[in-house]
């Protein structure tokens, strides 16, 4: 592991200036000196016909060290909800009125600041609200490899109905394996339809309770108030049920939810703590950032010493701004924490030229991942009209799925988007389009995560591309 450009060309037997211009035709503008990951190599050296063996590759010394807290030492911790669902169906409105419900806010002085995540107490329960509704958010945070979310509150306005945005925000709850509840929002509106959103969700297998299904819709109104209480019991009861603890006794990890430079207090961060107690004084580090723990306040702008699993704070003492969704944790000293940030820094940099050379997932490698033990195929299926997407998705469901199982995560009509790309990103998913191409910066997206995106006009084409894939014998597209 990390290798210079001139070194690779030794090994390989070949002189560093054609390695610079395979370099160069797989996109990336190389020098002499640059170091080029394990992965790289190995594209590279594919590309150049040649067979490398990388051994002892490094251990990636800043990724989190796993653990496993014994069950005695797990407490409860509050639950993370996002907030997601179709424009202007009010989910800004209804984290507003959310956060009005909460009494002790009120009584600190009333200003609650913005800090990209919230808590409401509900009969002595904490609930943590991450403040940026919308799928985007939630996705961004999932493509960088954070899971924070523990339940999705998906709204639906009662007038409107289920619109394009509702099936994406279900798609990505479902690909996260996050627990659903349903607001249907603006029931105060006089052409409010509830009944008629519980039919259309039904459509697409979240049925109602009430219906002898097992999703929890709740009628709300983030103008009147009306519902907003049984909201949050709903969610604190789902909690419940999903059992949620975490270990407040040890060093405190998480993930950043926002961030940005302040001019007159430098680099600001909201973290949400996950496990363990961050307190003030605490060498930090966060992505590619380092720092200690200089001031810490709550979404009330109180000050704190210290938080525990499930609270966001915001959090200044940071060098430089670590990014929305990166992991942090506390370390022995600052010196470490720099340390391991710099690491950090030149693994990014490497990862992104290997994902540049090589897609995350392929049709390609679909059974060389079987053979490591991954045996899922996760698919996102676009085409023009809903005849071919059906025609399509039926012959997929045909496939012999004996090694690979194929998962459509999402199917749609239309040109392939940026939000595609992006729950491919995070599902490990490759995108097939029928007579549709990618639109706005999907091209784009899919070229930085490393999404591939295959195109068809022959229905049959794709059940062959597929089948061939899972017995390991497609060739790449060109
Ligand atoms: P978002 O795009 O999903 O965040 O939606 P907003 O929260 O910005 O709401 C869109 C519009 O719907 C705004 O004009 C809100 O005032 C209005 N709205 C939101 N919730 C309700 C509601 O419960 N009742 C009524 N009548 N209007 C609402």
Redesign the pocket.
């Given at each position: 592991s990390g290798s210079t450009v001139k070194e690779v060309a030794e090994a390989l037997g070949v002189s560093a200036p054609e390695v610079i211009k395979k370099l160069m035709e797989l996109g990336e503008l190389a020098t002499l000196t640059q170091t080029l990951s394990d992965e790289a190599i190995e594209v590279l050296a594919d590309a150049l016909g040649k067979r490398v063996e990388v051994i002892g590759a490094a251990e990636d010394e800043t990724a989190e060290p796993e653990v496993e807290d014994d069950s005695e030492q797990l407490e409860p911790r509050p639950p993370v909800v996002t907030v997601m669902?179709?424009?202007?169906?009010?989910?800004?409105?209804?984290?507003?009125?959310i956060r009005k419900t909460d009494v002790a806010a009120r009584e600190a002085g009333g200003i609650t600041q913005h800090i990209g995540a919230y808590q409401v107490t509900v009969d002595g329960h904490r609930v943590t609200f991450i403040d940026t509704?919308?799928h985007e958010a939630f996705t961004a945070l999932r493509a960088r490899g954070a899971q924070v979310t523990d339940i999705a509150v998906i709204?639906v306005?009662a007038d409107d109905g289920v619109m394009p945005q509702t099936l994406e925000a279900i798609d990505h709850a479902r690909a996260a394996g996050v627990p659903i509840i349903v607001a249907v929002?603006?029931?105060?509106?006089e052409n409010a339809d509830p009944q008629r959103v519980r039919a259309e969700l039904a459509a697409k297998n979240l049925t109602p309770v009430e219906w002898g299904g097992d999703t929890e819709f709740v009628d709300?109104?983030?103008?009147?108030g009306q519902g907003l209480d049984q909201l949050l019991e709903t969610i604190v009861t789902l909690a419940e049920l999903s059992e949620l603890r975490a270990n407040p006794n040890a060093p405190a990890s998480g993930t950043v939810i926002e961030s940005r430079l302040d001019t007159g207090r430098g680099p600001v961060a909201t973290l949400l703590v996950q496990r363990g107690t961050l307190r003030l004084g605490d060498p930090i580090v966060a992505g590619t950032q380092a720092g200690r723990v200089r001031a810490m306040t709550d979404y009330r702008g109180e000050r704190l010493k210290e938080a525990g699993p499930g609270t966001p704070v915001e959090v200044l003492g940071f060098d430089g701004v670590p990014e929305a969704g990166d992991r942090f944790r506390v370390v022995e000293s600052e010196r470490e924490a720099r340390r391991l940030a710099q690491e950090r820094a030149q693994r990014l940099k490497q990862e992104a030229l290997a994902r540049q050379m090589r897609r995350r997932v392929s049709l390609e490698d679909v059974l060389a991942r079987a053979e490591r033990g991954e045996r899922q195929l996760n698919l996102i299926v676009k085409a023009d009209v809903t005849g071919s997407l059906e025609a399509i998705v039926d012959e997929i469901a045909k496939l012999p799925q004996d090694e690979v199982t194929v998962n459509v995560i999402r199917e749609g009509v239309g040109g392939i988007t940026e939000s595609d790309v992006m729950l491919a990103a995070a599902s490990d998913a490759v995108i097939i389009g029928f007579n549709v191409r990618p639109v706005g910066g999907a091209a784009a997206a899919a070229q930085r995560e490393g999404v591939e995106i295959r195109t068809y006009s022959v229905i049959y084409q794709v059940a062959e591309d597929l089948k061939a894939a899972m017995e390991g014998l497609l060739e790449p597209e060109q």
């Open positions: 669902g179709h424009v202007d169906h009010g989910k800004t409105s209804l984290l507003d009125a509704p919308g709204v306005a929002n603006k029931i105060d509106r709300v109104s983030a103008k009147t």
